[in-house]
Every structure is written in structure tokens, then in C-alpha cells.
């Protein structure tokens, strides 16, 4: 059984910190390209930031992400966080775990249940 669990969502003042974490069971996590998507009310889900398999996975991030939050892995945890600074109130949404893969039986995409980030301006 695929589990993806967040934690680590909830309020804060715009240009504070937070960092989410994910934590993975049921996959071989060493090998899965892991992301961070969020959806705000009335918006469609949007990739956040994303982090190739491997103890040096390649990042790539949104636009409006760029130079303020931070994906990383511990593949030793089963773990990705996102490490997010000087947030706005823009970045207002719930935040999902994704995990993407293949195995000898077909590709594989698994989502969390989801944490609120609210920013307070």
C-alpha cells in the first residue's frame, strides 16, 4: 500500500518560513522523481518544484517559486521536503506530495492527501 504523508502546512505571515515534508512508503523512493504541486481555490494544480530520482537529483522549479523555496530528498528517510522563504500571500494553496515512477509492470503516479499553506498579508 502507497502512502505519500505531508506535514508541516499551516499559517504564517508573508515573508516567513515553512517547510514541508513528505513522507513515502510502499515505493521504492530511490528511484521515484518526487514533486510538490499546489491548488489554490478556483485554480487548476500547478507543479511547485520537482526533484529527479538519485542521491543528486536535478531540480526544477515554477517561475513564481524561483530563489524563495527549496526541494530536497533524503533518500536514507523515504523523505522530500520544501523548504519555503519569504512567502506571499500568492502562495496561498493546499500542497500535495507527488511521486512519479516506473516499474517492470508501467509507470506509477501517486499524490498525498494535501496540507494548507495559508500566508497572512
Known amino acids: 500500500q502507497v502512502q505519500l504523508v505531508e506535514s508541516g502546512g499551516g499559517l504564517v505571515q508573508a515573508g516567513g518560513s515553512l517547510r514541508l515534508s513528505c513522507r513515502a512508503s510502499?515505493?521504492?523512493?530511490?528511484?521515484?522523481?518526487m514533486g510538490w504541486y499546489r491548488q489554490a481555490p478556483g485554480k487548476q494544480r500547478e507543479l511547485v518544484a520537482a526533484i529527479t530520482s538519485g542521491s543528486g537529483g536535478s531540480t526544477n522549479y515554477a517561475d513564481s517559486v524561483k530563489g524563495r523555496f527549496t526541494i530536497s530528498r533524503d533518500n536514507a528517510k523515504n523523505t522530500v521536503y520544501l523548504q519555503m522563504n519569504n512567502l506571499k500571500p500568492e502562495d496561498t494553496a493546499v500542497y500535495y506530495c507527488?511521486?512519479?515512477?516506473?516499474?517492470?509492470?508501467?509507470?506509477?503516479?501517486?499524490w498525498g492527501q494535501g496540507t494548507q499553506v495559508t500566508v497572512s498579508s
Open positions: 510502499g515505493i521504492i523512493f530511490s528511484i521515484s522523481t
Open positions: 507527488n511521486a512519479k515512477g516506473a516499474r517492470y509492470y508501467g509507470p506509477y503516479d501517486y
